[in-house]
Every structure is written in C-alpha cells, then in structure tokens.
C-alpha cells in the first residue's frame, strides 16, 4: 500500500509560479511511474503531467500546461514535484498526484494510476 501526500499549494498571483511536492509511505516512490492531475468543482478530472522511470528524462504534459509546468523528482528525498510558472486563473483547482505503473498509451488516463492523493488546492488570483 502506498499513501501519497500533495504539498505546496495555495494562492498565488497571476503570472507567478508555485511548485508542488508528491511524497509517498508505504513503498518508495522511485518504483512507480507519477502522474499529476486537476479538478474543478463539477469538472471531470484531468490530465495535467505524469512521468514513468521507464522513459528517462521525458515527462508528458497536457497542452493547457505544456511549456509553463515541469515534472522532476529528486530520488534522494523520495519526492516528485510539478513546477507550475505563469500560472493564470484558470489554473485554480484541486491538484492530485498518482503513484501507478501506466504504459505508454495509458499514461494520460487517470484509470491506469493505483494510488492517489488527497490532493492540494491551488489558487491564481490577484
């Protein structure tokens, strides 16, 4: 069993950034491929960015974020982060990280992740 936990969220204005943190008990994040995902109030769910292991320094990102967010971990301290910059208002909502082992076709797909957050609440606004 893994239990993740999603840090760093809160209000920040637009055009600025903010980096969220992952972190996991239970097992070493290392082992998963970790995908980050948002919803609105009475929105589905959706893809933001994930990585796999198995794909090296490449991550996947939604078109919306794709240029403005990036994915990294730090191995040592068990940690993925999404580094969100010009962050703008539509940008506001939930943010969840997800622990799973995804194929290549299924990374985008929240159904392919086993383990989630309670997720974090991201705020863009002046």
């Known amino acids: 069993q893994v239990q993740l936990v999603e840090s760093g969220g809160g209000l920040v204005q637009p055009g600025g950034s903010l980096r969220l943190s992952c972190t996991a008990s239970?097992?070493?994040?290392?082992?998963?491929?970790v995908g980050w995902f948002r919803q609105a109030p009475g929105k589905e769910r959706e893809f933001v960015g994930a990585?796999?292991?198995?794909?090296?320094?490449?991550?996947h990102y939604a078109d919306s974020v794709k240029g403005r967010f990036t994915i990294s971990r730090n191995n040592a301290k068990d940690t993925v982060y999404l580094e969100k910059n010009t962050l703008n208002p539509e940008d506001t909502t939930l943010y969840y990280c997800?622990?799973?082992?995804?194929?290549?076709?299924?990374?985008?797909?929240?159904?392919?992740?086993?383990?989630w957050g309670q997720g974090t609440q991201v705020t863009v606004s002046s």
């Open positions: 239970g097992r070493t994040l290392s082992q998963y491929a």
């Open positions: 990585h796999r292991r198995s794909d090296g320094n490449r991550s």
């Open positions: 997800a622990a799973g082992q995804p194929i290549l076709g299924a990374v985008r797909s929240e159904t392919a992740y086993r383990y």
